[in-house]
Nanobody
Framework: QVQLVESGGGSVQAGGSLRLSCAAS????????LGWFRQFPGKEREGVAL????????VYADSVKGRFTISQDAATNTLYLQMNSLKPEDSAMYSC????????????????WGQGAQVTVSS
C-alpha cells in the first residue's frame, strides 16, 4: 500500500515558478511509475509528466515540455514537479500518482493518488 501526500500548490503570476512535492509512504521499489496529472474544471484528468523507476526515464506532455521537470528523491521517497514559465492555461488541480510496473499515460493504470494541489496562474 502506498500513500501520497502533496504540498506546494498556490498562486503565481504568469512567467513565475512553483514546485509541487509528493511525499510517498509505503514500499516503492523496483519497477515503479510515478506521475503528475492535472485536471481542469469540467474536464478529465490529463497526464503532465511521468518518471519510470529505477532508471528515472521521464516523459512529458507536449504542453509542458521544456518548462516542467519531474524528479524523484529516492532517499526521501519524494516526487517533485518543478514548474517554470507558468502560463494561465496551466491553472488546474495537480495530483501525483503511483503504480507498480512500467509507465503509460492512462489514469486508470494508477491505483494510488495524492489529494491534489491547486495551482493558479494569473495573467
Amino acid at each position: 500500500q502506498v500513500q501520497l501526500v502533496e504540498s506546494g500548490g498556490g498562486s503565481v503570476q504568469a512567467g513565475g515558478s512553483l514546485r509541487l512535492s509528493c511525499a510517498a509512504s509505503g514500499s516503492i521499489s523496483g519497477y515503479y511509475c510515478l506521475g503528475w496529472f492535472r485536471q481542469f474544471p469540467g474536464k478529465e484528468r490529463e497526464g503532465v509528466a511521468l518518471i519510470e523507476l529505477p532508471r528515472r526515464t521521464t516523459v512529458y506532455a507536449d504542453s509542458v515540455k521544456g518548462r516542467f521537470t519531474i524528479s524523484q528523491d529516492a532517499a526521501t521517497n519524494t516526487l517533485y514537479l518543478q514548474m517554470n514559465s507558468l502560463k494561465p492555461e496551466d491553472s488546474a488541480m495537480y495530483s501525483c500518482a503511483a503504480a507498480s510496473g512500467l509507465c503509460y499515460w492512462s489514469t486508470s493504470r494508477f491505483p494510488y493518488w495524492g489529494q491534489g494541489a491547486q495551482v493558479t496562474v494569473s495573467s
